[in-house]
Every structure is written in C-alpha cells, then in structure tokens.
C-alpha cells in the first residue's frame, strides 16, 4: 500500500493542480453515467463487470472532490490515500478511503485474478454517494480548499 509521502514523489501520484470545478462535475457525469451502466450490467450477472463498475463508481466521486480542491492522482493508490487523508481533514463523515479499498480489491481479483467472486451491490447506496459528493463539492469553500492544500503540502 502507498503512503501519501511516497506518493507525493511519485510522478503520477499526489500534485497540486488548478482546482476545477468542471472537471469535477465531470467526474460526477461519469459516476452518474457508469451508474446507468452497473444497472445493465448487474442484470447480465457479471460479477468481472459489476465489480469493476461499481469501483469505478466510486472512484470518480472521489476524483470530483479531489479535482475541486485541485488534487491530482493518476495512480489508485494514491487516491485511496488522498481520501484518507481528506477524511481525516473532516471532509467525508464516512470511511470513503476504506470502502474504496475494498472495491478496488474485490475488482482486482475480479478483473485480473479471475476469482468471480460475489459482488455486493447497493444502487441507491451509490446513488447516494453520487449525491454526497457532489455536495461536498458544493459546499467547499475557497478558503476550506485553500486550507487544505496548504496542509497537504506544507
């Protein structure tokens, strides 16, 4: 597992970026879009899909709160302890970086490892993450953004 040092001296790992407010929205897009798809998938009984999606799912919630803050993270890993970090600043009232650990996991041996394993899928849990994030978004301001890049990288 990658710490968050490690991952500030990695190349695509934790940076600064401009925060955006439109690539965050379009994070959400894609959670909100991929959601639709999880639908469609579940009904085809994939579990390599359905894990992969709803991970995925997950992922670009997280994406969207770190792009508004203007974090960037290109490696799973270090988003994972992006979120840990952010949950620790009092960001998410939820264990957001844990529940996308186990997702990525359960898609990696899915996915990769060919294990088939059973998929626990909750769509209005999702749904509701969705709407979650997108109001942590809403509700940052540029002084709460401004802090928490300074702490992040002081």
């Not at 579940?42 to 994406?63: P, V």
């Amino acid at each position: 597992m990658a710490s968050l040092e490690w991952c500030k001296k990695q190349k695509d790992g934790i940076d600064l970026a401009e925060a955006s407010e439109n690539i965050a929205e379009d994070y959400l897009r894609n959670a909100e879009e991929s959601l639709r798809v999880l639908q469609k998938v579940m009904d085809n009984g994939s579990r390599i899909w359905t894990a992969t999606m709803k991970y995925y799912i997950e992922y670009f919630c997280i994406s969207a709160v770190l792009y508004r803050i203007g974090i960037r993270s290109k490696i799973h890993d270090c988003t994972i302890e992006a979120a840990e970090f952010l949950q620790d600043q009092g960001l998410f009232k939820e264990d957001i970086a844990n529940r996308l650990r186990k997702s990525k996991e359960l898609r990696i041996e899915n996915q990769y490892n060919l294990k088939n394993r059973p998929v626990d899928v909750d769509i209005d849990d999702l749904r509701e993450l969705i709407l979650k994030m997108k109001k942590i978004k809403d509700d940052l301001t540029e002084d709460r953004v401004n802090e928490i890049r300074s702490k992040l990288f002081n």
